[in-house]
Every structure is written in structure tokens, then in C-alpha cells.
């Protein structure tokens, strides 16, 4: 393995499944808002509009599996969880923070084009 080289083009490699995840809009929106700093499960769900709390939950296991997000849990009643970004989900925040601005300065844009009526296309 010591001279595998990733190919994210390559349907085999686990590249795919990497940018799969970190390409979901979920996962994107969180690693963002965890990017200003630990953050309960209701905290999220309130700050992304439209994620479901199984979709939320799902999303937060994964990112959580794959080592980009961590959950520490304090022993208290009722039970109190934070998620926080790992070292290596903050290396995220450097490509998914433009990416979410780019959507944003460029919505005005978008929504003109979006607006034209073009045949069989459509959002």
C-alpha cells in the first residue's frame, strides 16, 4: 500500500467516498457552523434550516465516524453533548467556508439564470 496513490477518478478508490461525504450539503453546513466553535445537537438544528433532526444525527455520526467531527458527552443529568470540529475537520473550513460564500455573492446571478426558460432543464 506504502505506493498506492489516491485517485478521486478512479470508481475504486476510497477518494470517492470521502468527497461524497464532505460534498453533502449537510456535512458541508455543519463543518461551517462548527467551524465557529462547539455546539449542541439543538444549537445545530435550530442554525441549519431545513436538516430534520435524523438527518442532523445521521449527518453528525458520519462526520463523527470519519474523524472530522467529535462528540464528548458530560456526565450530568439530564446528559449534556458537544460536537466540535477534529483537527483534521478544521482543514475543511478552508475549502467549504469559500464554497458557501461563492453561493451566496453569486445566489442574484444564479436565480436570473435559473429564472430563463430553457427546455427539459430545471431545478
Not at 13 to 28: G, H, T
Not at 37 to 57: F, P
Request: aromatic share 6%.
Amino acid at each position: 500500500m506504502a505506493n498506492y496513490k489516491p485517485d478521486v477518478f478512479n470508481k475504486d478508490c476510497p477518494s470517492q467516498k470521502v468527497l461524497d461525504r464532505v460534498a453533502d450539503r449537510w456535512a458541508a453546513l455543519l463543518i461551517c457552523k462548527l467551524g465557529e466553535g462547539k455546539k449542541r445537537h439543538g444549537e445545530l438544528q435550530r442554525a441549519i434550516g431545513g436538516i430534520s433532526q435524523k438527518m442532523l444525527t445521521q449527518t453528525l455520526r458520519n462526520l463523527e465516524y470519519d474523524g472530522l467531527v467529535s462528540r464528548t458527552v458530560f456526565p450530568i443529568v439530564p446528559p449534556k453533548v458537544e460536537y466540535a470540529l477534529t483537527p483534521l475537520g478544521k482543514t475543511l473550513l478552508e475549502v467549504l467556508t469559500p464554497i458557501c460564500h461563492w453561493t451566496e455573492r453569486h445566489l442574484p446571478e444564479l436565480k436570473k439564470i435559473w429564472a430563463r426558460p430553457i427546455k427539459g432543464v430545471g431545478v
